[in-house]
């Protein structure tokens, strides 16, 4: 099978595409990179000999322009995998073009459920007592400062379109329950698929403490939508009662190479605050042995078919997620069998061939 992955998340098509040529078949990836993340890719439609402006321009708003440039590279593929409904930009026409040119020049397409969208800003928006909601409110929150009309709430036009894609495409594939319940009805809307980690690039190793005996905890600092003000609260509160004894770490913006050789140190892993199910990152983590704080609602484990789970689940809550540090630096000498059931989890229910292969039977039918 000749298979376009098009379009990049944390890593998410890296791994599949590492499963789908496993199992035999020929698979092209283009993408931007994922921003600073700077995933590779077959085409990498923000990497050009234009000065540095450029690039940024290309990247940031008119990566398809470099696409269609080279539309012949994405012609004549069985299957066409796009990251999200929208993979470059946020303003109208350009996304639905690119999708019906997609549809027209190969066989079938399909559209990951693997980001927030505009349907789904808007559903989860309205669902004031749900976990996400506060996910979503803070997300809005920060686009405010970049637009006068939000567009993930108040561009209806917008929607309708992301809605017409979803119409024309062959299918829509959610990797985790976040990206299940506003379509649930729809036509399109297939079997949720749990995200393909690829288990060879991650060294599982014991979760010890260092020579120094010191416990690791460490949270990635991203957008905050995902609760990192709360999660550093319980840092800042915690930072002197265990100095000398217990690493409180915090950083942001890393390479993915550096951000996996920092978990190498690391023995707890601090991620979502305001997700139901477990992220790229806490997979990663996971696959290493660390022992994930994050998403880890039993509706969500369910919808992946998990029969155990052994993430800590996290709120938004400062006094609660302090409560559960303190809880496993007492519990330190559970660590390694902790840390054995992590990476358990990720070789069950996330190995990245057997998920290619679910991805494969999928498309087929």
């Not at 840092?235 to 996996?260: I, Q």
Request: with cysteine; glycine share 8%; aromatic share 16%.
């Amino acid at each position: 099978m000749r298979i376009l992955l098009f379009g990049e998340y944390s890593g998410l098509f890296n791994c599949l595409a590492d499963g789908l040529r496993e199992l035999g078949h020929e698979v092209f990836l283009a993408s931007g990179g994922d921003d600073y993340k700077d995933y590779p890719s077959d085409f990498r439609w923000d990497k050009t000999n234009h000065p540095w402006f450029w690039r940024w321009y290309l990247n940031r708003y008119m990566g398809v322009c470099h696409v269609l440039k080279h539309k012949k590279l994405f012609e004549g593929y069985d299957v066409v995998h796009v990251i999200s409904c929208r993979p470059f930009s946020y303003y109208r026409f350009i996304n639905l073009d690119i999708f019906k040119r997609l549809k027209q020049h190969n066989g079938k397409v399909f559209i990951s459920g693997s980001g927030l969208d505009y349907v789904g800003a808007k559903y989860w928006y309205e669902q004031t007592d749900s976990k996400y909601y506060n996910y979503v409110r803070l997300f809005v929150e920060e686009s405010r400062k970049k637009w006068k009309v939000n567009p993930f709430i108040e561009r209806e036009d917008l929607r309708k379109e992301e809605l017409e894609i979803m119409s024309l495409v062959d299918g829509y594939i959610p990797i985790m329950y976040e990206y299940v319940p506003y379509y649930e009805g729809h036509k399109n809307l297939r079997p949720t698929i749990p995200i393909p980690i690829n288990l060879s690039k991650f060294e599982y190793a014991p979760n010890v403490t260092g020579s120094d005996g010191k416990v690791v905890f460490f949270h990635g600092l991203t957008r905050p939508s995902k609760g990192g003000k709360y999660i550093l609260e319980a840092f800042d509160r915690l930072r002197d009662k265990y100095a000398g004894t217990v690493d409180f770490v915090s950083k942001g913006g890393l390479p993915f190479k550096e951000y996996t050789e920092l978990l190498k140190r690391t023995n707890v892993v601090l991620d979502d605050a305001n997700a139901y199910s477990l992220g790229m990152n806490s997979l990663f983590s996971m696959a290493q042995g660390r022992i994930v704080m994050g998403g880890s609602e039993p509706i969500a484990n369910k919808e992946l078919g998990y029969q155990f789970a052994p993430a800590i689940n996290l709120r938004l809550d400062t006094d609660y997620i302090a409560m559960q540090i303190e809880k496993l630096i007492d519990e330190r000498n559970s660590f390694e069998e902790r840390g054995l059931l992590s990476r358990k989890l990720v070789e069950e229910y996330h190995d990245y061939i057997k998920v290619a292969q679910r991805y494969v039977d999928e498309w087929s039918k």
